[in-house]
């Protein structure tokens, strides 16, 4: 990010001394990405950032795959995953603390993953650990919920609908108000805005879908005193997926910071105020596209106006998006129209490299004239394939992939369950 904040109390110069009111030094942290050659913040604790007290191994959740071999579709219904969630002792997807339920960081379900990026789910409402990501940016889409994360940045507010775009290595803790599912999207890389959307300088342009205005959080410091605080850092090791995690105990508090400046910082965008791209026939995805990370995007199909040519077709040709796999979380609108596909509010869908996939067959014709149209879900296209994570296979409907043909080893129904009038199946 280009846009520059200034937070809480920093001194006039970068790396001169900043004094607490009885003269004592505050310590400054640089927090820098691509080895000190792009963005950045500094930020000013009243703490050594760096004394550690204690490093135990955190065995992190199961984040095992499975190839998705032999090739096929997939429907992955990650509603069931927490089926159990009125009871929050019940220790589905992992264990349950004694002081509460299940939590944003620690209950997180593998869904799908690779070498470049992850997507795990949560249903969660209890308070999370201290946490930090070393292996890359997050992206933690707010399928429902509300609350806060704390960050040594300082304290971001998100409701449903929101991305929370926590940098690599920010220490933080989520505390949802009530039960919030949360989809979380972990980059092994950064995740920014699309490089064609900024001007040379990281000014998002005219033609961008959304502006500075639409990134929200950290109007005030964050200022904790504390002593033996313990962190979960998942980094990366020879782990499954690379991934290891560690249990670190500092010695003060990690969020003593009186004040920070810079390019770099957590933040929150709610897909709400993502105007659409439009035509006069049918967009491609990249005109949905919010984010990138390496190897990966992020789009939205959000409600809206479709092709007005008059013969246009507004639900996607079938499409071989040769050098991806294609994963759609389907998160609002009106899906009762494809019933007989299993596609519903919570469901995912994976349509990989190397198959041609569309909609059902009887909505290119049913598309024909539609105005509008009343979705709105999540896709991550990744550029190496994915495979599916122990809530991936949990979660599987084994019908969905031949619901175009009706008939295979697991079909159920006549293979179509009526018009799908949304973009991208
Ligand atoms: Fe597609």
């Known amino acids: 990010m280009a846009y520059y904040r200034q937070v809480g109390e920093v001194p006039a110069k970068r790396h001169t001394a900043l004094r607490d009111a009885s003269g004592a030094l505050r310590y400054e942290e640089l927090m820098g990405e691509e080895g000190f050659t792009s963005d950045s913040s500094l930020l000013y604790h009243s703490g050594v950032p760096s004394a550690i007290v204690d490093s135990q191994v955190w065995e992190l959740p199961d984040q095992s ?21 009125a009871s929050s002792t019940t220790p589905a997807g992992g264990t349950i603390r004694p002081d509460g339920g299940r939590n944003a960081i620690e209950h997180r379900r593998l869904v799908l993953g690779n070498g470049d990026v992850r997507i795990s789910y949560v249903l969660a409402e209890a308070t ?11 992206c933690v889409y707010v399928e429902r ?4 994360v704390e960050t040594v940045f300082g304290v971001l507010g998100y409701r449903t609908g929101d991305y929370v775009l926590v940098p690599r290595a920010t220490t933080h803790r989520w505390l949802p108000s009530g039960p919030s599912a949360l989809y979380a999207i972990e980059a092994n890389s950064h995740i920014t805005p699309p490089k064609r959307y900024l001007s040379r300088f990281g000014q998002l342009l005219e033609h961008s879908p959304y502006s500075e205005r639409d990134l929200h959080g950290l109007g005030e410091p ?11 850092v998942k980094h990366r090791g020879n782990g499954p997926l690379g991934l290891v995690g560690t249990r670190m105990c500092y010695a003060t508090h990690p969020f003593d910071v009186v004040g920070w400046d810079g390019c770099l910082y957590p933040y929150t965008f709610n897909v709400e105020d993502f105007m659409p791209i439009t035509g006069k026939v049918h967009q491609p995805p990249p005109v949905h596209q919010v984010f990138e990370g390496y190897n990966f995007v992020v789009c939205n199909f959000v409600p809206r106006k479709v092709d007005y040519h008059p013969q246009s077709i507004p639900v996607p040709y079938y499409h071989s998006n040769v050098d991806s796999d294609e994963v759609m979380f389907y998160v609002g609108g009106d899906y009762e129209a494809r019933k007989g596909s299993g596609i519903n509010l919570g469901s995912v869908s994976v349509h990989p490299g190397g198959y041609a996939h569309g909609p059902q067959p009887s909505a290119v014709e049913a598309s024909i004239g539609v105005e509008y149209f009343e979705e709105l879900a999540v896709m991550v296209d990744t550029f190496r394939p994915l495979e599916l994570g122990e809530a991936g296979l949990a979660a599987e409907d084994p019908a969905y992939a031949w619901t175009w043909a009706g008939r295979g080893p697991d079909a159920v129904g006549d293979g179509d369950g009526g018009p799908a009038l949304y973009s991208n199946s």
């Not at 650990?129 to 940016?137: F, H, L």
């Open 65 to 85: 795959t499975t190839p998705n071999h032999p090739l096929k579709p997939r429907h992955l219904r990650l509603h069931g995953l927490f089926e159990d969630s």
């Open 128 to 138: 999370s650990p201290y946490y930090r990501n070393a292996v890359g940016d997050e």
């Open 145 to 148: 919920g509300s609350g806060t």
């Open 222 to 232: 964050f200022t904790v005193e504390g002593s033996d605080v313990e962190v979960l």
